[in-house]
Structure formats: structure tokens, C-alpha cells
């Protein structure tokens, strides 16, 4: 399990992987904050594109953790907030699930972009317990507080169709998720340049 991290002319591409759903392990979290911040600190990077691999962007917290005692020295709230700071437009690539702390994830980028066929979602109540990587500030920020409160009280899985007219993601393409993003960075580094 790893976040690998391939070049798209100046945009980085960092994979999230481990089979089959992506679950936030603590070692897949420990690699992705590797590979976002070496991506942030290197100076041929103009944007970030946040993806997953087998189909899915990601399911969220490794639920076969819980409940070890790894000490958590990378939490997912850390990578949140510095994917949520970074200078450099970061995008999210949502293909399949982006649930629980997978969403929270994506909410922290400054873009989502989602095939038609993905599915969005908080669905922690449905376990016993609540979104805690900032889904709870992030989501009513973009969708206001009655919608949000519907996802997060509900844990239903939203439609990429409805995400895109609740607000919760930016786009939604049929086909090639991660090109139609490194697009969309490349679009808004495109803007940043012409206002200056
Ligand atoms: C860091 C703290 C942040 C936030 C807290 C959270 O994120 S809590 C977790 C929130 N996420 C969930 O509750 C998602 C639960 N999973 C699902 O709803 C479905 O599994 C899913 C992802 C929609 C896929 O459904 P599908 O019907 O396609 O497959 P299946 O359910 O059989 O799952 C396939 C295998 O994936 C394993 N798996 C699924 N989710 C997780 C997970 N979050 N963590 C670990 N593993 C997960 C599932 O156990 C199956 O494994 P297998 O070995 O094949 O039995």
C-alpha cells in the first residue's frame, strides 16, 4: 500500500493505493504525506492532483484498524490541513467512493472533480461514530448547514449528479476523472497567471 506520484507536464499526480477500496491505513497515510509534501515543496510542481487507483478514490478509514494500538503519528486531520493550505491548487480525482474520512480528504482539496458514476458520502453514523477529520466544518462551509446536515445525520451515499448540484463537487465527466482534473488545475493555474 502506497501514494505514488507521477508528472503531468507541471501538474503531480499522487495515487492513492491500497487494494481494493483504498482505506486510510496508517502506513497509506504516512506515504501520503510524504508524497504531498514533497510535491508542495518541489519548485517544478505548479498543482496537485489527488486520485486513487483500483476504481475508487477512497473508502475512508481503514476500519480493519480500528481499534489497534498503532501510535497515530500521521493523522489524517495533519494531512488534511496541509493539503487544505498548500499554495498550489490541489484537485481531487473521484472515481467509485469517496466516504467518511476519503471525503474528508477530497473536501480539503480546493476542487473536486467526479465521474458520473461515483458516490460521495459521510457515512460514520452508520458505525457508531462521527465524521472527526474535519467533514463536520469542511462540508457545511461548502454546502451550507441544512444539506450537510442531511449527509452527515443520514450517512447516505449522494450521486455524483446530486454532489454536483448540492455544491459538494466542482465537475462531473463520463470518462477520463484524472485527465478532466489535471485539466481543471491546469485551467486554474492558467487564471492565476493571467491576473498577474
Ligand atoms: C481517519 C479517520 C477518518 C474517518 C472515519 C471513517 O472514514 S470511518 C469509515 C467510513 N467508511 C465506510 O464506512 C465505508 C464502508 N465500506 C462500504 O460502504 C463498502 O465496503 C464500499 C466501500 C462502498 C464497497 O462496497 P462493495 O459492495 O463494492 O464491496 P464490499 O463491501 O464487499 O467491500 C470490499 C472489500 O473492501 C473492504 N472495505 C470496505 N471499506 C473498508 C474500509 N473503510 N476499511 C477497510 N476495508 C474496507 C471490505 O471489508 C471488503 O474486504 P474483503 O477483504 O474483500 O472482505
Redesign the pocket.
Known amino acids: 500500500m502506497a501514494a505514488t506520484r507521477r508528472l503531468s507536464h507541471s501538474v503531480a499526480v499522487i495515487t492513492i493505493n491500497h487494494p481494493?477500496?483504498n482505506?486510510?491505513?496508517h502506513s497509506l497515510?504516512r506515504s501520503i504525506a510524504k508524497e504531498f509534501g514533497d510535491a508542495s515543496k518541489d519548485s517544478s510542481i505548479e498543482a496537485i492532483v489527488l486520485c486513487g487507483a483500483n476504481g475508487?478514490f477512497c473508502?475512508?478509514?481503514?476500519?480493519?484498524?480500528?481499534g489497534s494500538s498503532t501510535l497515530d503519528s500521521v493523522?489524517?486531520?495533519n494531512i488534511n490541513d496541509a493539503v487544505e493550505r498548500c499554495q498550489k491548487p490541489v484537485v481531487a480525482a473521484i472515481e467509485?467512493?469517496a466516504?467518511?474520512?476519503?471525503l474528508?480528504l477530497a473536501l480539503s482539496c480546493h476542487y473536486r472533480v467526479a465521474n458520473v458514476q461515483a458516490?460521495v458520502g459521510?457515512?460514520?453514523v452508520?458505525?457508531g461514530?462521527l465524521?472527526?477529520?474535519g467533514?463536520t466544518q469542511r462540508l457545511p462551509r461548502l454546502i451550507g448547514i441544512p444539506a450537510a446536515l442531511d449527509m452527515i445525520v443520514r450517512?447516505r451515499?449522494v450521486p455524483a449528479t446530486e454532489a454536483l448540484q448540492l455544491g459538494v463537487v466542482d465537475e462531473v465527466v463520463k470518462a477520463n476523472t484524472i485527465d478532466a482534473a489535471i485539466q481543471l488545475a491546469r485551467k486554474v493555474l492558467g487564471e492565476k497567471y493571467n491576473h498577474h
Open positions: 481494493p477500496v482505506a486510510l491505513s497515510r475508487n473508502a475512508g478509514a481503514d476500519i480493519k484498524e480500528f493523522s489524517l486531520n467509485g467512493v466516504l467518511g474520512g476519503g474528508e458516490r459521510l457515512p460514520e452508520l458505525i461514530i465524521p472527526a477529520a467533514g450517512g451515499h
